[in-house]
């Protein structure tokens, strides 16, 4: 068993947990006392298996860039998640959660979203499976983030506004947390991230290992080595960077390095760099490190990409930032755009701001030519089009 998972009571060493309201408790108990059970059968391995190969496209390519390999000084590959079925590594999570929804025998889908990619991708597997999805959505958030909107509406979701306070993505939650208590028998809540109470970090954490566990053998393969150097990701919540370390956890020679979001400098009072500003408290139903006031009100974060724009990480980074297994380093709004243009010149393909932050960090390291470094290109940036435009003047 390895030292960087969870334990049996739900904690990385002091974080994680359930920190949810008592009428909460049947819902997070059903599922505690159940997933292992369902991801381990034969039939939901087997079927999630075939919807990642068929529907998703995976495996995923691990791309040795020629080009930026001969610039950053060593090989650097990246891995493609970018390919995926709807543009990102959401889809992998959204996938096995609706596989064990269908289990569980619910018959309703709910979720939260903020910029609505989490949104999209699960009312896409609603869709797949027939099954009803209703998206909580802060009313400022549905007004910027029109297309994914109208995307979830395509798939059938309903997408309910909510209303109360910031309008934006923790007063989505409070809505979607509401609906689950007043609905326990016949609803799956769909977190998009490795947030939450437990188990949910834990759950997500195995959907999107599958990163890791196919770079492994593209790694192979590829070099004669089964484990990099350097493994770089971009952190929002963490789910494609905990996807990107999970089965080099217990590797110590290589090196985690997750990218956060400066937003415009990490002093500047416009951030989402929660390992360096944010505190030990609790957020989203766990106990991790988030951006709060000193009396404990959550911080508003920045970033110019949506999906890092979060003010805590999961619990297992707050606990891999705390013993040093993976080194957290901030990354800003200047030095992501630069980033994502340059990976689009050299290398034809136009990165999500989100992953452009991975790959910024290249910029800051020194390489030896034989170090193997995977960049997990978490997004296409077709969505981030309108973005970049503005920001370069296009
Ligand atoms: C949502 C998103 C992220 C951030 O989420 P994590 O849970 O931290 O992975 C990163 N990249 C892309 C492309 C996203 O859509």
């Keep these: 068993m390895s030292n960087y998972q969870v334990n049996e009571k739900g904690y990385y060493g002091d974080f994680g947990g359930a920190y949810i309201p008592e009428m909460m408790f049947p819902n997070i108990e059903e599922l505690r006392l159940r997933y292992m059970e369902i991801i381990n059968e034969d039939s939901f391995k087997k079927e999630f298996e075939q919807l990642l190969r068929d529907y998703v496209g995976r495996p995923s390519p691990l791309y040795l860039a020629k080009r930026f390999s001969e ?10 998640e970018d390919l995926n079925h709807t543009g990102a590594h959401k889809v992998n999570n959204t996938i096995g959660q609706i596989l064990l929804a269908k289990r569980l025998g619910k018959k309703r889908i709910i979720a939260e979203t903020g910029a ?33 909107v109208a995307r979830m509406k395509m798939m059938g979701a309903e997408v309910r506004p909510a209303s109360s306070g910031s309008k934006t993505l923790k007063d989505a939650t409070n809505e979607a947390m509401r609906d689950w208590i007043n609905n326990p028998v016949d609803t799956h809540y769909i977190i998009g991230s490795v947030v939450g109470p437990h188990p949910y970090p834990d759950m997500v954490a195995r959907f999107q290992s599958v990163i890791s566990a196919e770079t492994r053998k593209q790694l192979l393969e590829k070099t004669g080595r089964e484990t990099p150097d350097y493994a770089i990701a ?32 990490v002093d500047s009072g416009h951030s989402a760099a929660t390992s360096v500003l944010g505190q030990e408290g609790v957020l989203h139903g766990s106990r991790t490190i988030l951006m709060q006031t000193t009396d404990g009100q959550v911080i508003e974060p920045y970033s110019i990409s949506a999906g890092l724009d979060y003010p805590g990480i999961g619990p297992q980074h707050a606990f891999l930032h705390k013993i040093g297994r993976a080194k957290y380093v901030s990354i800003t709004d200047d030095e992501a755009m630069q980033a994502g243009l340059l990976l689009t010149r050299m290398e034809g393909i ?7 932050h991975a790959l910024a960090q290249l910029e800051k390291m020194s390489f030896k030519p034989s ?3 995977v960049v997990c290109l978490s997004g296409r940036g077709d969505k981030d089009l309108d973005n970049y435009m503005k920001y370069f003047n296009f």
């Design 116 to 148: 609505g990619q989490h949104g999209v991708a699960t009312a896409t597997v609603c869709a797949l499976m027939g099954i009803k999805c209703v998206v909580y959505m802060g009313e400022i958030d549905i007004q910027r983030q029109a297309p994914n």
């Design 234 to 265: 971009c952190v929002g919540g963490g789910s494609n960077a905990i996807g990107m370390f999970y089965h080099f956890l217990d590797d110590e020679a290589v090196q985690l390095i997750a990218a956060e979001a400066a937003g415009k400098g």
């Design 371 to 373: 170090d193997n470094v």
């Design 71 to 80: 610039k950053y000084g060593a090989n650097i590959f990246l891995k493609r």
């Design 350 to 356: 136009i990165p999500a701001v989100e992953s452009a």
